[in-house]
């Protein structure tokens, strides 16, 4: 009997690891075709984007054609629901910056995004060329790294036309350098057929101000995820009360 409970416990564990492993080829299949080819890597939200509610309901005509290409679609699974969340830090998903807890907003669908402003971190003005660029190279995601000379009083630094050009020109570089940190991409638990032939995943890629999403059907041939058709696409727009969204904002404490 105990080798039998054994056997089971093995099976399952085996069965668990090959659902976990196929979950993780899906998400990086579905991350190299929404992740912009120049990134380097892509800042994802650790926590599993909710399954939205049907807010484009799929034209007839559509669900006909989806009926007449893929006979063995379970039709269901277009609306099915699934309200258990996944960690997908648990998951080995390649080329992913996990976004600090910090800049998770609350737990809406489509609220977590880069934020506004980036803080500043100041330097020596003569720091040493090579520890000043190894600084950059290191430094915390939407952090200015800027060389400031000990005589810029902090209260009048904004006076400063030399610091507001070193101002300017970090963030420019910044800008440039890591494109990444001004995406946020979501992905929600997917939701696979019985047969795991298809499956049904919500994909937001949010910027600073404005942020777009849909969800999608994928179909498993030969080992490759093929996306069948998008709905339930879905918006969403940044507006600032006192400086238009993407300026120069900046924090410091130091």
Not at 223 to 252: A, F
Request: hydrophobic share 35%; with cysteine.
């Amino acid at each position: 009997m105990q080798k039998f409970i054994i056997i089971v416990l093995f099976l399952i564990s085996l069965s668990i690891y090959g659902q976990k492993a196929e979950v993780e080829d899906l998400i990086n299949q579905i991350a190299i075709s929404e992740v912009p080819e120049n990134f380097e890597n892509y800042f994802l939200v650790p926590k599993s984007l909710k399954q939205p509610k049907a807010c484009e309901p799929l034209q007839k005509y559509r669900i006909r054609e989806l009926r007449m290409s893929y006979k063995d679609l379970p039709l269901d699974l277009i609306y099915k629901q699934d309200k258990e969340n996944t960690d997908w830090k648990d998951y080995n998903l390649k080329n992913v910056e996990y976004v600090y807890n910090e800049h998770i907003h609350d737990e809406y669908i489509y609220r977590t995004s880069p934020p506004a402003s980036k803080h500043v971190q100041f330097v020596n003005y003569n720091i040493d060329q090579k520890k000043y660029h190894n600084l950059i190279k290191n430094k915390k995601p939407h952090t200015l790294i800027i060389k400031k000379k000990w005589l810029w009083n902090k209260k009048k630094i904004w006076d400063n036309k030399k610091f507001y050009d070193e101002l300017i020109k970090a963030w420019e570089i910044d800008e440039k350098l890591n494109l990444e940190e001004k995406v946020y991409f979501q992905f929600s638990r997917p939701v696979f057929s019985k047969d795991r032939k298809y499956v049904r995943v919500s994909v937001f890629k949010n910027g600073r101000c404005k942020g777009s999403g849909f969800t999608a059907l994928y179909k498993n041939v030969n080992g490759v995820w093929n996306k069948l058709i998008e709905y339930n696409q879905v918006v969403s727009m940044v507006s600032m009360s006192h400086s238009k969204c993407g300026d120069v904002s900046i924090s410091y404490n130091n």
